[in-house]
């Protein structure tokens, strides 16, 4: 293996779409960044083996690519627009030349799919993968987990579920045949987040939150922050997914809600805000109302207990 | 250990000093700051275990210092002044609280030592503990290794060595009883980032770097993106340090130009300017020439070949 220094060299200053904000790119100490004329967004978020994903289910062209994306839907959950991203990564002994491409591979792929670039990062032996991942983003009006009130609406931007049914598929050794289990295995693989529509929400939502850990632990966190109770209607929050996510419950033999409330990493957004202010793209889910800061999940119209969301070992803060 | 959710509720918004461009710290999707009015500059550093440091040398609370310490030297060799920082702590198996604890409250003094607080981060579990920091800040005038040209000067600000003759001591059981011996020791487990000496250089500057795999590792890099040839004078380089290095290598049987040299993680600045624009706090210590891009160090006037630089398994970048 070439040296590192070599190696990064020749990546050029800048890993994915150009930037008009960039002054300097990857290869001196740090990046530079015209300044943003909005509130500065900033973010890290780490991707480790053996706790958030192993290889025998996922390539080191996917590690990279849902890495990136599991930290810029932090931007979108903000309200932001990405402007540039650092990486650093830790290698075990034994990772090739190759094996890093792959991975760099998949980080530039998200980089041009979420239309932000890799600008700097930093190198380092370790004893086992880590990618670890900085976004920084800018955002007029900032939504926090804060900010919602009794009386509000709960909207819902993108599918939840999918992304855990893949999973569950790829654990049992399933490559995706089937077509809707194939749709949840890329939901897993390759996320997307939501850039357009956080960015898009503007001051009409009063709190918002990505799902990286499951709907039903996430919305826990935004009805803590803002000291409210959730009521969610669990048919509208399970019909976003529509039969994809119901004919891969039945191929798996598991329950579609169980998939839709515990299940993490779809990176959907949870917003909030009055009822006549509906953010363009989500969907109406439930209601915010006052109460012990908690959810409460409906479904059939009684009160349902989803179990608890996915543990990955981590808890994503600022 | 009580959940990672409720540890990062109670460390409240920072940890540091209060900054005046905070608008929202620890406890949300992403932090979010004023946006800067100079160009932003932002990078990433990691410091994993077994590689950049060990427990058997280091405690936690060093290990919080010197990971932060690191970073935010970056920034100094941009000539940028500190905004913010984040950091992504992975934590190994047995990993306590009051483990934790300690971690932090080194990332804490570094903070306040730097005048720059934390303001997110991110906690997961891994097989081994690293500590990755990303340091922003803000630049009228950032500083690249690329800008010199023949004719400049060579000037450093703070000692160099002391840091490695401190890690030799450490590794081989010396705890410090010895003057010279014990500020050696203190230099590598709190270095301090010159960011006063690192943002003052204003355009008088025409590159700069700040040394953390080595002098001669770190003038290289600068002499390669600036395609032009460093010399060198090795006395005034080991002057810096003064007595404290002699005696400490003495000590350790060390040659000092040795550890001068070679040795990293004193976070020293390296600067270049014209002769008559020698920036504050700086030395001097050597010149630029033209030639093949590389340096030459004089030694008694003659050339003298520094052992490789050590190599701590990483190559900084951005």
Chains 1, 2 share one sequence.
Request: with cysteine; aromatic share 6%.
């Amino acid at each position: 293996m070439k040296s590192e220094h070599d190696w990064l060299r020749g990546l050029g200053p800048i890993i994915g779409p150009p930037s008009p904000f960039l002054r300097v790119g990857i290869g001196d100490d740090a990046a530079v960044l015209d300044p943003p004329t909005e509130p500065l967004v900033a973010t890290v978020d780490a991707c480790v083996e053996g706790v958030h994903f192993t290889r025998a289910i996922a390539s080191l062209e996917d590690i990279g690519y849902r890495s990136f994306m599991a930290a810029v839907s932090d931007l979108a959950a903000m309200a932001a627009l990405p402007l540039a991203t650092l990486s650093a990564l830790t290698l075990p002994p034994g990772f090739s030349e190759q094996d890093l491409d792959q991975l760099v591979t998949g980080q530039r792929l998200a980089a041009f799919a979420a239309r932000v670039p890799l600008v700097g990062g930093n190198l380092s032996q370790g004893s086992s993968l880590s990618v670890t991942t900085t976004a920084l983003g800018r955002a007029a009006h900032p939504t926090l987990r804060s900010g919602t009130v009794p009386g509000h609406r709960l909207w819902l931007a993108g599918p939840v579920g999918l992304a855990a049914a893949g999973l569950r598929a790829l654990l049992r050794g399933i490559v995706g045949e089937e077509g809707a289990l194939l749709r949840c295995i890329l939901a897993w693989r390759r996320p997307c987040a939501l850039l357009d529509q956080g960015a898009s929400v503007g001051a009409r939502v009063t709190s918002m939150i990505d799902v990286s850990d499951g709907l039903a632990q996430d919305a826990m966190h935004l009805a803590l922050a803002s000291h409210v109770h959730l009521i969610f209607q669990a048919e509208a929050v399970v019909n976003i997914a529509g039969t994809t996510l119901l004919d891969a419950a039945a191929l798996l033999g598991e329950d579609p809600y169980e998939l839709a409330f515990a299940g993490g990493e779809d990176y959907a957004l949870l917003a909030t805000s009055s009822e006549d202010l509906r953010p363009q793209g989500f969907t109406e889910v439930g209601r915010v109302v006052s109460g012990p800061p908690g959810i409460t999940v409906l479904r059939d119209g009684l009160p349902w207990q989803p179990p608890p969301g996915f543990d990955h070992g981590h808890d994503r803060e600022g």
